[in-house]
């Protein structure tokens, strides 16, 4: 079983501050997804990323997936309250294995 | 705009009723999901379907059954609620199996 941690559970900021979240597994992933869900929503896709050492930018977030492919970050720069919401981490076993396999999350809060 | 739709936000049920979440999807998906989401525990996969009339087991089918007999819908069945069924359901479809995937608002489910 692929398990994915994240960290920190929880998360509160004020408005402005910087902040990184964390996506560890022991496992390798295929690829790794990154999504937010606001409050009352469904979750929706931020990014993904395929390749060991990759680095994606959405705006002032930063996501990078481990050589290994078996981790990856999200990076806030310059936090705004719209930044407000649950971030998850997925991601694709390898092989034929296509399962997605989430993590349970880190609950972000900036005050402004 | 794409869209999931989930028949119910909320539902309120009282211990061994009969309870049918219903969910629509609009992109010709090929791949529908149900989740539960839980404080602690994450998204875990009940079912999922790769093609109409098609479904297989996810993580905690145990006292789930599913419906898919028209590509665009998916219903996910409770035979006989229970207390520990209290939960978020969200429903997801996507292009691929291990691709992107859109989720619905969700349906916040109440069994007393």
């Known amino acids: 079983t692929q398990l994915l941690e994240q960290s920190p559970q929880f998360l509160s900021i004020q408005e402005g501050e910087n902040l990184t979240v964390y996506c560890n597994s022991s496992s390798v992933f295929s690829s790794l997804q990154w999504y937010r869900q606001e409050p009352g929503e469904g979750p929706v896709l931020l990014v993904t990323?395929?390749?060991?050492?990759e680095v994606k930018k959405l705006k002032r977030l930063t996501f990078q997936f481990g050589d290994a492919r078996k981790d990856s970050s999200l990076h806030i720069t310059a936090a705004q309250p719209g930044d407000t919401g649950l971030y998850l981490c997925?991601?694709?076993?390898?092989?034929?294995?296509?399962?997605?396999?989430f993590g349970k999350g880190t609950l972000l809060t900036v005050n402004p | 705009d794409v869209k999931v739709t989930q028949s119910s936000r909320y539902l309120v049920k009282r211990t061994g009723e009969k309870v049918f979440l219903e969910c629509v999807q609009d992109m010709d998906h090929e791949n529908m999901f149900w989740y539960r989401q839980d404080p602690g525990l994450g998204l875990r996969l009940i079912y999922f379907?790769?093609?109409?009339?098609?479904?297989e087991k996810g993580d905690i089918p145990e006292g789930y059954s599913v419906s898919r007999e028209k590509k665009e819908r998916f219903s996910l069945i409770l035979e006989s609620a229970s207390t520990n069924q209290t939960s978020m359901y969200l429903c997801?479809?996507?292009?691929?199996?291990?691709?992107?995937?859109?989720f619905g608002e969700g349906s916040r489910l109440t069994v007393l």
């Open positions: 997801a479809s996507s292009f691929r199996l291990s691709g992107e995937l859109f």
């Open positions: 997925a991601g694709v076993g390898g092989g034929s294995n296509y399962k997605l396999t």
């Open positions: 990323v395929v390749t060991g050492g």
């Open positions: 379907s790769y093609d109409v009339k098609m479904k």
